[in-house]
């Protein structure tokens, strides 16, 4: 039982971590509290949805279940990753210089709007997953994992290493971190940081894609609403391990899982939703710059 | 923002990038006529509002001049302004059921909106669970109502009582953080009222919510009828306009707006940071409450569905939509949002699209709200 819902919150924590990384990263770079980042892992979840079912309209399911499952993945990714870039674009650039909260209120004016273009293209019913993998599973100490449950892991885990190698070992990763540290100064040593910026929201937005695809295989449906809850949970991850750290956010989003998984099985289930509120807060009071994140000083 | 076109060629391939990209990303949600209906409509739009956006502009920038001479043409002594209440004290005899109705309604969230100015607009503390205060109030109300029988003007000052105490509760710890966080944080808070009443079925009843709220009294006669509960809510109203407007006037209000301007200067100067914000949130709190009880008590039937997330965020919006620290422009926002719905009723599917456009286009064009004037200040 123990070890089962062990099993249960590893795979839900690693799909909260992959989401918490795209709230860390442009944290870390704008100081955003970027709130429609849910609603990019709910388009994921749907945009998943429809390209397999165009592609198994094509015959190309039928032909091979894995060529149609990285097909999905890679457009889903793709048409993810241009709408996060699109947002940015849009609702962000243009506030670079504004006053701290008016991003934060334009996110949230994204956040209503892509839910309910969601809804209004999409209908407001639940929408299937077509189940490809089934239930299939192997058993290890007589707890039961599906596949399903382990590919989820097995791909957040190799996921979040090449993100690690990226931003350590590459250019681009390097000029991120740069951004980071000091936007202005990054600027004056010839990164452009607009297009990091860019850089930023595409790698997170591909990354909540992925996750999306991976919980509606997981759960077999979605919905219109789930990017909000998530993108919370995930946010609570984020700020758990603490914000703007990148390792941060993979651990926040593991223990934010399990903590869940077992306050459901241990302690009320109806209150699921409560736990990941009430830790936010209390990490919010109690530790604001996070479990493994540094003190950060106030720029006055 | 609006760019005047170089030339037609760059005007024509913008618009034509502008419109593509939206149709591919626009293309797995909706198939492939969709697409190009939405590329055909986009690009003649974006072209229309090239020319069209510079026009404006120029034409906005003649009518300033004007604008200013009628600005300063108006008397110093703002009692004019009372002239307003004449139409709003005719609503009863003029109109239909339906509209006092939305009067109502649009009373109780002046109420609302004004109180989450006082946070928002004149303490730069941004709220996203506002609506959280609102269902203490109204619960409060309902619970007092309904299990111990008190009547309209006994249950009131206690569920008012109870909002301001829970409002300043929580935001002693909360108030420890700023800007996003303290966001984020009455965002959670917000959401763990609404769920909390939601699961606790042997006090709240869940969300089957409480009936049977009974209707207020005044002087022995009970105040059933649509209409004098109309004047009943614009008492209120008025009541709060006055006394938020003394307030801000007041050393405490000037001292919130100080803060907001700059909390490190306005602490060398001697205020006690903490605790003007603590008496920001708990005065802020305690019209949330009278707002919920008008609420509970029109309704005669309140649920956890009532206060959601949208709702603060609607809240919110009609305190930046009018803009943040002007009364007037609160009053007026609220009066807007709504209103708006009620004309949308035909394209309803529509509302909250246009709702989310609208807040982005707000924020990159008019940040300050409809009427704000230099009120938003860089640091906020």
């Known amino acids: 039982m123990l070890l089962q819902q062990l099993i249960n919150g590893l795979t839900l924590g690693s799909v909260y971590a992959l989401i918490a990384l795209g709230y860390t990263m442009v944290y870390g770079i704008l100081e955003l509290i970027n709130f429609a980042h849910g609603e990019i892992y709910m388009l994921g979840a749907y945009l998943g949805i429809i390209i397999l079912g165009f592609l198994t309209a094509a015959g190309l399911t039928a032909y091979s279940v894995p060529l149609a499952l990285a097909l999905t993945l890679l457009l889903t990714v793709i048409f993810s990753a241009s709408y996060g870039f699109t947002v940015e674009k849009i609702a962000y650039r243009p506030l670079r210089s504004a006053p701290k909260l008016s991003p934060l209120i334009s996110a949230i004016g994204v956040s209503i709007f892509l839910q309910n273009y969601v809804m209004i293209t999409q209908g407001a019913t639940d929408k299937v997953f077509p189940s490809l993998v089934g239930n299939a599973g192997f058993s290890v100490l007589s707890t039961r994992i599906t596949f399903l449950q382990a590919s989820i892991i097995v791909v957040s885990g190799i996921i979040m290493a090449l993100l690690h190698a990226f931003i350590r070992k590459t250019r681009t990763g390097k000029a991120m971190r740069a951004v980071a540290q000091d936007r202005s100064m990054a600027s004056l040593v010839g990164i452009n940081t607009d297009t990091i910026i860019s850089v930023t929201f595409i790698i997170g937005s591909g990354l909540a894609a992925v996750a999306g695809l991976m919980v509606s295989m997981y759960y077999g449906l979605v919905n219109y609403f789930i990017g909000y809850s998530a993108g919370i949970k995930a946010f609570t991850a984020a700020v758990l391990g603490g914000i703007g750290n990148i390792p941060g956010a993979m651990f926040g989003g593991i223990l934010l899982g399990l903590i869940e998984s077992l306050g459901s099985a241990y302690i009320s289930s109806e209150y699921k939703d409560v736990y990941a509120f009430i830790i936010l807060i209390v990490i919010l009071l109690v530790r604001p710059s996070g479990l493994l994140g540094r003190d950060a000083e106030e720029k006055i | ?380």
């Open chain 2, 1 to 380: 923002m609006i760019t005047i076109p170089e030339s037609f060629s760059r005007t024509l391939l913008r618009s034509g990038i502008i419109s593509l990209w939206s149709a591919l990303l626009f293309l797995p949600f909706k198939g492939l006529r969709a697409s190009a209906l939405l590329f055909g409509l986009l690009f003649l739009s974006v072209l229309l509002l090239t020319f069209a956006g510079s026009w404006v502009s120029s034409q906005l920038a003649k009518t300033a001049a004007v604008r200013e001479r009628v600005r300063r043409s108006l008397p110093e002594d703002r009692r004019y302004l009372l002239l307003f209440l004449l139409p709003a004290l005719a609503i009863p005899f003029a109109a239909q059921n339906y509209l006092i109705d939305v009067a109502v309604l649009a009373g109780i969230y002046i109420i609302l909106a004004l109180g989450l100015n006082v946070v928002v607009g004149y303490t730069g503390l941004l709220n996203l669970g506002f609506v959280a205060y609102y269902a203490i109030g109204a619960y409060s109300f309902a619970l007092l109502n309904t299990k111990l029988s008190l009547g309209f003007w006994s249950a009131m000052p206690f569920a008012v009582i109870i909002t301001t105490l829970a409002g300043f509760l929580f935001a002693v710890p909360a108030l420890r953080l700023k800007g996003d966080y303290l966001a984020l944080v009455t965002l959670g808070f917000g959401e763990i009222v609404r769920i909390t009443l939601n699961n606790w079925d042997s006090f709240t009843n869940g969300p089957n919510g409480i009936g049977g709220i009974t209707a207020p009294t005044l002087a022995g006669m009970s105040i059933e009828t649509l209409s004098a509960y109309y004047y009943l809510v614009l008492f209120f109203v008025l009541v709060s306009i006055v006394v938020i407007g003394r307030v801000q006037r007041s050393s405490i209000g000037r001292a919130w707006i100080a803060l907001r301007e700059d909390e490190i200067a306005a602490s060398a100067m001697g205020i006690p940071s903490t605790l003007y914000k603590l008496y920001s949130v708990s005065f802020g709190a305690f019209w949330a409450g009278i707002a919920g009880c008008l609420f509970a008590a029109k309704m005669r039937f309140i649920s956890p569905e009532s206060f959601t997330f949208m709702e603060s965020v609607l809240v919110l919006c009609m305190v930046i939509l009018g803009g943040l620290g002007s009364i007037g422009g609160v009053i007026v926002g609220a009066v807007i949002l709504v209103i708006l719905p009620e004309i949308l009723r035909e394209v309803q599917m529509y509302r909250m699209l246009a709702l989310g456009a609208g807040i982005v286009l707000l924020m990159i064009f008019r940040p300050q709200g409809l009427f704000g004037g230099k009120v938003v200040s860089s640091r906020y």
